[in-house]
């Protein structure tokens, strides 16, 4: 009965896996055919082939649990690179970041609720350094 359950388990793991990787594939392969802006399309792809390397990873992981780590780690690096990137494609529709910067210091000091009232002084060039340092970490 127990070797049962695995079976299906890893069969529905398979077939979940594979669903999502084909959705989030068709999605990538359809920008890239229409890659008018490749600034922000760019990004958009990288951002989309999460899907895959979640599914993938996880339908490895649980098939193969001895080697789980190593699976694990290409996709927490791999996630890590995707929120770099997504940072980059706000940049990339707010014009660049050097629009992005004038943008908003024209708007000037806006009034945070606590507790990012302390954090944040004033949305400049140091802020979105920071901003990019802490993604990156």
């Not at 077939?15 to 920008?31: C, D, G, K, P, R």
């Not at 290409?74 to 529709?93: N, P, Q, S």
């Not at 002084?121 to 802490?134: A, I, M, P, Y």
Request: hydrophobic content about 50%; overall charge positive; aromatic content about 10%.
């Amino acid at each position: 009965m127990e070797l049962w359950l695995n079976v299906v388990a890893v069969l529905a793991s398979l077939l979940f896996a594979t669903l999502a990787t084909a959705t989030s594939l068709y999605n990538a392969v359809n920008h890239l055919r229409n890659y008018t802006q490749p600034a922000v399309q760019r990004h958009v792809v990288r951002i989309l082939l999460i899907v895959p390397t979640y599914a993938v990873s996880s339908f490895l992981s649980f098939t193969f649990s001895p080697a789980s780590l190593i699976f694990t780690t290409v996709r927490d690096v791999y996630e890590a690179y995707v929120i770099y990137c997504f940072l980059m494609l706000i940049l990339a529709w707010a014009g660049g970041e050097e629009l992005c910067i004038h943008k908003m210091s024209a708007k000037g000091a806006l009034r945070h609720p606590p507790p990012m009232c302390c954090i944040v002084q004033s949305l400049n060039t140091r802020f979105l350094k920071q901003v990019k340092q802490g993604t990156i970490q």
